[in-house]
């Protein structure tokens, strides 16, 4: 399979394709604004403490204020008491192990122990305080009307490893699913590392050498020691580091593993690439290829029509059914109906060919639009429980295509199915779209018959407190028709009703659920023409 990174540079966008045989599976856009800040590393100021829900707002220095869990802070406040505790009772910390509960005993009655933080005994007030200066990372941009949420236990992504100064654990990648390798990389690093940092082998690191690890340890050390020499002379509420872009991303990520060459159509970023990854990957060859075509690169890869089809709430599928994605505040629904699929042979089939085609579609489009959070979605009606059974099979394998964490659970009695998708940052349809000023976000708009029937009730609630003997109504050109065509009748009414002429004036730039009732006094000689 032919994977592609397409890269569209701009001076203030920059929008990352992934391409399998030509098609898009995944998109990055990131601008410059607060939706772009994840992995970035701020000295902030505790503006607020909320015991009641054990959480605090930081000003980072944007206008919505960061948003952190007490959790958040007890890993590094935890980490810092256990050390102590280290010191003070001898107490031995087996860090080869992948299960981070230490068992510790307590350190007397006049210190807080160790347990009792773990057990979640330790409240935000007494970890925060309002003005207090704290060094945090953003964990999730701002996504709707929700601030960034941020975290003070810090992780550093190299291309093998993650570094994390505030804990003292080795983790390895589930998708390196070799014992022996695991093993292998974990005394490896054991045998190597200088200090108690925790450390994570990314996937990339299965089969990688000891001269490679100790490069990307000394690289990684040597970056927090800037950020800590930063943070300490940085004033309140500045950046202190700014993660990579969202093409050096793609390019440590991705390239080499997820995709075999790199197309960009910037040529100073193209040789910031090529000094990237002298950098950071001098042993590996990679395909990095500067685009000089006239037309849009995301035109001459087809990838523009893609990502407007991603925005739609519709998807048809092949066989004529079709999905539709609906995005709440709370959860996304997906439905699944048939269409125009009438099937071949019998209606059983036809449902279940319809359901299996939905999955790869369904699987394709949460990727595509980055949809996170709980998912659910209501497949059609399934009577046979070998149709269901193969239903969710497919569902679980196409999901493994996906590199955020899912969770697909078991179909219920009601024929939904429950997911949850790990969201990191905000998905294509926040990041390109806005709220629509008409209906303000609902996806409603009253009709043109509901609207006149509305202004046939409120000239009936109003006729009695009017003085003048003429009525005039100004709407929006397409209500002005439908009162003078198929709405006429009402019109009628209420003139034979008050002996009051009523006059329908349509104005081009009313909102078309706008419209407003005007008294006024005429010659007993004037002729009345409706207009």
């Not at 992948?98 to 009792?116: F, L, R, V």
């Not at 654990?169 to 589930?174: A, C, E, F, V």
């Not at 739609?312 to 004529?320: A, F, H, I, R, T």
Request: hydrophobic share 35%; charged share 30%; glycine share 6%.
């Amino acid at each position: 399979m032919l994977k592609e990174l397409v890269v569209n540079a701009a001076p203030h966008e920059t929008r990352v394709a992934l391409l399998e045989n030509g098609t898009i599976v995944e998109v990055f856009i990131e601008r410059e604004d607060e939706t772009s800040i994840a992995g970035n590393i701020y000295k902030g100021r505790v503006q607020r403490v909320l015991p009641g829900m054990q959480a605090a707002f930081v000003d980072i220095g944007f206008d919505q204020a960061a948003f952190i869990y007490v959790d958040d802070v007890l890993d590094t406040a935890s980490h810092t008491m256990y050390q102590k505790f280290e010191q003070d009772n001898d107490v031995e910390t087996d860090t080869e192990s992948d299960n981070e509960d230490i068992e510790t005993t307590d350190m007397g009655d006049n210190h807080t122990s160790w347990k009792a933080c773990l057990n979640q005994e330790c409240h935000i007030d007494e970890l925060l305080t309002e003005g207090q200066e704290i060094l945090v990372q953003v964990a999730k941009s701002s996504i709707g009307t929700k601030g960034p949420r941020i975290t003070t236990h810090i992780s550093l992504a190299g291309r093998y490893l993650v570094l994390m100064p505030t804990v003292d654990h080795i983790g390895i990648s589930r998708r390196i699913e070799n014992d022996a390798e695991r093993t292998r990389l974990k005394d490896l690093l054991l045998s190597i590392r200088t200090n108690k940092f925790g450390y994570i082998f990314r996937t990339q690191a299965e089969g990688i050498d000891e001269n490679t690890i100790k490069k990307e340890l000394d690289f990684l050390s040597k970056t927090w020691e800037d950020i800590m020499a930063r943070s300490k002379t940085a004033s309140a509420t500045s950046l202190v580091y700014k993660d990579l872009t969202a093409t050096f991303r793609a390019v440590r990520d991705l390239l080499a593993n997820e995709a075999d060459k790199l197309v960009i159509d910037s040529k100073e970023e193209y040789e910031n690439v090529q000094n990237f990854l002298k950098k950071l990957m001098p042993d590996v060859n990679l395909s990095v290829e500067l685009y000089q075509g006239r037309e849009s690169i995301f035109d001459a890869y087809n990838i523009e029509g893609d990502v407007a089809r991603a925005l739609k709430k519709k998807v048809w599928l092949k066989s004529g059914g079709y999905i539709v994605i609906e995005q709440t505040e709370a959860l996304v629904a997906i439905d699944v109906n048939t269409g125009r699929y009438v099937g071949k042979h019998n209606f059983d089939e036809t449902i279940l060919k319809t359901n299996l085609e939905a999955v790869k579609e369904i699987a394709y489009q949460v990727r595509l639009r980055n949809i996170g959070g709980i998912i659910i979605i209501d497949f059609i009606d399934m009577k046979k429980k070998q149709h269901k059974e193969k239903v969710m099979s497919h569902m679980n394998e196409a999901m493994k295509m996906d590199k955020s964490q899912t969770n697909v659970l078991p179909l219920t009695e009601l024929g939904l199915v429950q997911m949850t998708r790990k969201r990191i940052r905000r998905n294509l349809t926040r990041t390109l779209c806005k709220p629509c000023f008409y209906c303000n976000g609902d996806g409603h708009l009253l009709s043109g018959k509901s609207i006149c029937h509305k202004i046939y009730r409120d000239l009936v609630s109003e006729a009695g407190d009017i003085l003048g003997n003429r009525f005039t109504v100004k709407v929006h050109p397409e209500i002005a028709q439908l009162l003078h065509g198929r709405e006429k009748h009402l019109i009628s009414s209420l003139e034979k009703q008050f002996s009051k002429p009523i006059a329908i004036y349509p104005e081009p730039h009313y909102h078309i659920e706008e419209y407003h009732i005007f008294e006024s006094l005429v010659k007993e000689d004037s002729v009345y023409k409706e207009e």
